[in-house]
């Protein structure tokens, strides 16, 4: 590895340990064997960094959400249904539970962004990337003909039932929605919106 990579996994290593705000330059140059220098060289700042390692975990995390990825046979439910969505839920659920400190971490990115506008910048970029990589897992469309339309709708739905998810995981897992419970919920949403 070279130091841009050696960086990239020292700041993985940090962010994972001390947080976000508690991370210095120090801290990843010690944990990555490089030096001051090649941060600024390779990413421009710390905090670009920082981000770009936090993107890259909270990535690692979502190939945990779709099992061919994660070395598992692939999805048996037919794309758009509501097993789909079960499915795909139960995956998410675990992956969850397995990267605790991650979702501890974006919680700590929300709470402070105020503090970090340019952080807050970086982020807000890598977040419709996100919604992007959540649609193929419940529509079966690979990402890149994916349509702006799908990605503003279908995909802030489902970013926005994952960020729900994640604090009620993270408040309490004993009692957090399961896959079950949240394709029961969509289910009965369906048959009322088809009523009225």
């Known amino acids: 590895m070279g130091h841009r990579e050696d960086l990239l996994e020292g700041a993985k290593r940090c ?3 001390k947080g976000f705000l508690r991370t210095t330059a120090r801290d990843i140059v010690k944990e ?4 001051l220098a090649s941060i600024g060289y390779h990413y421009g700042s710390k905090d670009a960094l920082l981000v770009q390692a936090y993107v890259s975990l909270v990535e690692a995390t979502g190939d945990r959400f779709d099992p061919s990825r994660a070395g598992r046979e692939a999805m048996a439910t037919a794309p758009g249904s509501l097993e789909r969505f079960q499915e795909v839920w139960t995956h998410i659920v675990e992956a969850v539970g397995e990267s605790r400190a991650i979702w ?12 970090m506008p340019e952080v807050r910048r970086m982020l807000v970029e890598a977040e419709e990337q996100g919604r992007s990589g959540l649609l193929p897992l419940f529509n079966g469309v690979p990402e890149e003909q994916q349509g702006k339309d799908a990605v503003d709708t279908e995909g802030r739905f489902y ?3 994952l960020q729900g998810l994640m604090v009620q995981w ?13 394709t029961e ?3 009965r949403v369906i048959e ?3 009523r009225s």
């Open 185 to 187: 919920g969509l289910r």
């Open 15 to 17: 962010l994972l340990e």
């Open 170 to 182: 993270l408040f309490n897992p004993e009692t957090a929605t399961n896959a079950t419970q949240l």
């Open 159 to 161: 970013q926005t039932l």
């Open 192 to 194: 009322g919106t088809t």
């Open 104 to 115: 501890m971490l974006s919680f700590e990115l929300i709470i402070q962004g105020d503090r």
């Open 32 to 35: 990555s064997g490089t030096n």
